[in-house]
């Protein structure tokens, strides 16, 4: 029988986005707080638009809207609008990223265009307009093709303006354990799956000429109910992980997650922490009619 390792996705969206909301409720609020500003820090303070227009962001696989909103406040900073186009495939995703914007009042300058579509059915038809910043944060692991998303959003940025994509950092744990799962349980072409890391993309951004700086944000998360098989939030989380549906049925796939994560762990105060790393890459489109960045 196949592996079912790498799986989730394709099994269920659904299932996929209620480990996602499982794994960030891990986070407390200062945690959050420090995480959305890492992303805040990170929007170059050079981003510019043509005089008397809006500023155009794009976003793939913006969730509900967490990250976007640190990165459409500090944009906001310098720019009095901004137009924001959304590329997101989960009904109740958009929905909990309206009713943000909504209850935002920072946020009032922005007027979003909501697209409920795949990265791959928007480039389908994606049309003329090309963005300031075209942003991808933590998508590329789900989308179909990688390379093919990256060149069609390097596509979408105007001369002189800016792309941002997060990923989980290869030198992390966490990104260690992808490579983990596939070298065990997997077979054939790697980015044919979820089990990409920063290092996949910074190799297309350096096999395709682009220049490009990095920033790492490392953080611990509590892992322990991830060891108690009864925990329902625990083996979510390990789905989200492992990307494998109902992992708690996998013995082999569970047992050699939980044994990377526990020797990799520190236990303090009877908890056992776990080192994640996002790793936020960003890259300039020269404007052949412009200087470099400032
Ligand atoms: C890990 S979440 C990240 C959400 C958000 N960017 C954040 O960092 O909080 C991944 C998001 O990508 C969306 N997604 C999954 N497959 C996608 C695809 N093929 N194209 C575009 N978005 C996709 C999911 O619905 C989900 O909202």
Redesign the pocket.
């Known amino acids: 029988m196949a592996s079912k390792v790498g799986t989730l ?1 394709r099994y269920s ?1 659904p299932r ?2 209620a480990s ?1 909301r499982v794994f ?1 409720n891990l986070f407390d609020a200062e945690g959050r707080e420090r995480y959305s500003a890492f992303f805040g820090a990170n929007v170059p303070d050079s981003v510019l638009c043509e005089p008397g227009t809006d500023l155009r962001v794009l ?10 909103s640190a990165i459409l406040k500090k944009l906001l900073q310098r720019h009095n609008s901004v137009y924001n186009r959304v ?4 009904e109740e ?1 958009i929905g909990r990223y309206k009713t943000l914007v909504r209850e935002d009042r920072s946020l009032g300058a922005v007027k979003c265009d909501w697209r409920q ?6 480039f389908q038809t994606k049309g003329d307009t090309k963005f300031h910043l075209v942003h ?4 590329l ?4 093709d990688m390379h093919a ?1 990256l060149r069609n959003m390097w596509e979408q940025v105007a001369d002189g303006g800016y792309m941002m994509v ?1 990923m989980e950092s290869d030198k992390s744990d966490l990104g260690k354990l992808y490579h983990k799962m596939w070298g065990e349980f997997g077979k054939g072409d790697r980015l044919k799956t979820p089990f990409r890391t920063s290092g996949d993309v910074r190799q297309w951004f350096d096999a395709s000429g682009v220049s490009y700086v990095t920033a790492e944000f490392g953080y611990n998360i509590d892992v322990t109910e991830c060891f108690k098989e009864e925990s329902e939030a625990g083996q979510l989380v390990l789905e989200f992980f492992t990307y494998t549906p109902f992992v708690s049925k996998e013995p082999e796939i569970r047992s050699t997650a939980l044994e990377h994560i526990r020797s990799k762990s520190s236990m303090v105060d009877g908890k056992i922490w776990f080192e994640l790393a996002d790793e936020i890459m960003v890259a300039f489109k020269m404007d052949p009619g412009r200087s470099d960045p400032v």
């Open positions: 996705v969206l996929y986005l996602f960030v976003g793939i696989g913006s969730g509900s809207g967490d990250i976007d590329v997101e495939p989960s995703m579509q795949t990265a791959e059915e928007y991808g944060i933590h998508v692991y789900t989308v179909e998303t997060a």
